[in-house]
């Protein structure tokens, strides 16, 4: 049987940023979790989410969210994730890209984040 490869890292993190903004299992982020850790949803999904509730209890773990942060949260954040190197896995795409990658949105064919190269791309001044 072939483990996932989130299995080597079950029961090791603190805290877990989810920021996934569609309709998602939590127990693979769940189970990443150590005693008291927390599960942060970040932005909204417009369906109601659903776990396994042991996930929880058995660990004294907790879920948590916000619709979005201050200016200054945000930046505590970002100095937090630079102090302990937190990183992020992005897909750079310039903006003649931006209509596939909507449809690879709607596809679900995304495995990161887009960001949108506005500086690198090559726009015409019209």
Same mark, same amino acid.
Request: glycine share 8%; proline share 4%.
């Given at each position: 049987?072939?483990?996932? +490869?989130?299995?080597? *890292? ?5 805290? !877990?940023?989810?920021?996934? +903004? *569609?309709?998602?299992?939590?127990? +693979? ?5 150590? =005693?008291?850790?927390?599960?942060? !949803? ?11 509730? +042991?996930?929880?209890? =058995?660990?004294?773990?907790?879920? *948590? ?6 200016? #200054?949260?945000? #930046? ?5 994730? #630079? ?9 750079? !795409? ?20 887009? &960001?949108?190269? &506005? ?5 015409? *001044?019209?």
């Amino acid at each position: 049987m072939t483990r996932a +490869p989130y299995h080597a *890292a079950a029961g090791t993190l603190d805290y !877990v940023i989810d920021t996934v +903004p *569609a309709h998602h299992a939590l127990e +693979p982020y769940l189970a990443l979790l150590r =005693l008291d850790g927390k599960l942060l !949803v970040m932005g909204v999904i417009n369906q109601p989410m659903s776990f396994v509730s +042991p996930m929880l209890m =058995l660990g004294r773990k907790s879920i *948590a969210g916000s619709f979005v942060g201050s200016v #200054e949260e945000a #930046e505590e954040t970002l100095k937090f994730c #630079e102090a302990k190197g937190v990183t992020s896995q992005i897909e750079v !795409v310039k903006m003649g890209y931006v209509n596939e990658a909507l449809e690879r949105l709607e596809r679900n064919d995304v495995r990161y984040r887009f &960001v949108v190269d &506005v500086a690198g791309s090559n726009l015409d *001044a019209a």
